[in-house]
């Protein structure tokens, strides 16, 4: 079993990791402003659970298809200049969308179609960025890489939705948005002043057609145990607990009365709770099996989510929300480490590519289905519903695949892929 550096921060000590994580904290702060602000005001606009979500999920359910695209691209090109042009696309889409709202554009499916392009844009080039990373790091740092991208992201969480609250307030939402559009030109600029490229090695069918190089990809994730375990787990997650996060501005409002400072206020708790499970998951992972700590999240986050759904007051909902950052947050580093740790190196790009489509694509579906029942019902049931779901699927995981443990954990030399795989 590979032994994990139990130092959250240790890959800092590298430059390139430095320069590239300074940028994306900017990014990432930039994205949360934009999450916010476009999100309370298709709430306030339409006060549907459904059309909020459509806002998050635009900016998520992208990756189903541009991703698998993203990942052909970093299999084959230098997975850094990829990545680079795929945050300038994101920066023009997202001016766009900062010029529509600046011409008093509020309906949700136009300001949607301009989240869904540069969403798609971000994508295409973030197999590129995850299969670069293992490059970047020794194995043992592995987990603290991925730990780092999420202090990134709830970072963004943590400041994005205050600052857009402010920024919103003094100059509108069309500066507010194009303040994210110039942080993926930041974030782009940090990408080229990494110097070495970070080509693909090894492909064993560098012509093949788009049709046979995506299932090249796929064989390659089904026959590594701890590859297909490690999405499992997170198709699961995404498509039970993880829409209580797009359903924040909505959630406050319809169960609370809050507005866009009250729904920041809970997002950035989460934020802040994220940061702190990552930190937390990443000692625990060099004093405990993999396994292990995952099997403590899978029943802990569907308790947190219920206690998240039934919080009396503000001052219990934006705790329950700390605790369910922090959970969510150390199952996705903890799968999706796993994923990293065991992706072959010519197929990187494609495996990530995979489990990044199939958690947008979950989220997405989660989010309609969780909408749906808190407009039918309300959010409180909806989100104990997605609780009792979770436990339901990880229990059909288990059972069908009863060498889960030795897949997550390391598969052993001893013990063939396709007993540890379901057929």
């Not at 299969?131 to 202090?151: F, I, K, N, R, T």
Request: contains cysteine; charged residues 10%.
């Amino acid at each position: 079993m590979l032994v994990v550096s139990n130092h959250p921060f240790v890959p800092l000590r590298h430059r390139e990791v430095r320069l590239l994580w300074s940028a994306a904290v900017i990014s990432d702060i930039g994205t949360w402003v934009q999450l916010i602000v476009v999100g309370s005001l298709v709430a306030a606009h339409t006060g549907s659970a459904v059309q909020t979500g459509l806002v998050a999920l635009a900016t998520f359910m992208p990756q189903g298809i541009a991703s698998p695209v993203g990942g052909l691209l970093a299999d084959r090109y230098d997975r850094r200049k990829v990545f680079a042009w795929a945050l300038l696309a994101q920066a023009v889409a997202t001016t766009g969308l900062a010029v529509a709202l600046g011409m008093g554009v509020r309906t949700p499916a136009v300001l949607t179609a301009f989240i869904l392009v540069a969403s798609a844009a971000g994508a295409t080039g973030a197999p590129s960025y995850a299969a670069m990373q293992p490059d970047l790091v020794p194995p043992d740092e592995l987990m603290a890489m991925v730990s780092l991208g999420v202090y990134s992201w709830n970072s963004g969480r943590i400041v994005g939705p205050i600052l857009g609250t402010l920024l919103a307030l003094w100059v509108g939402p069309a500066w507010t948005v194009g303040f994210n559009a110039a942080t993926f030109v930041v974030m782009a600029v940090a990408v080229t002043f990494v110097r070495r490229p970070f080509l693909p090695h090894g492909d064993a069918d560098p012509d093949g057609s788009i049709r046979v190089r995506l299932v090249e990809g796929w064989r390659a994730l089904r026959a590594t145990p701890g590859c297909f375990h490690g999405v499992a787990l997170l198709v699961l997650f995404n498509l039970t607990i993880v829409p209580f996060m797009g359903l924040i501005p909505i959630y406050v409002r319809a169960a609370y009365g809050g507005g866009t400072g009250m729904a920041g206020t809970v997002a950035s708790a989460q934020g802040v709770g994220a940061i702190v499970g990552g930190i937390v998951v990443t000692v625990l992972a060099a004093r405990y099996s993999r396994s292990t700590v995952m099997s403590w999240l899978v029943f802990v986050l569907p308790a947190m989510l219920v206690a998240y759904a039934v919080a009396p007051t503000v001052s219990w909902l934006i705790p329950a929300s700390f605790v369910l950052g922090g959970c969510s947050s150390s199952m996705f580093i903890s799968a999706s480490a796993i994923v990293q740790r065991d992706a072959p190196p010519a197929s990187r790009g494609r495996i990530v590519s995979i489990m990044q489509a199939a958690m947008g694509v979950c989220y997405g579906i989660g989010l309609l289905f969780i909408g749906s029942i808190g407009d039918l019902t309300s959010l409180h049931i909806a989100f104990a519903v997605g609780a009792g779901l979770m436990l339901v699927g990880f229990a059909a995981l288990t059972l069908r695949s009863r060498h889960w443990r030795r897949a997550i954990d390391g598969t052993p030399a001893s013990v063939p892929a396709e007993q540890l795989c379901p057929a």
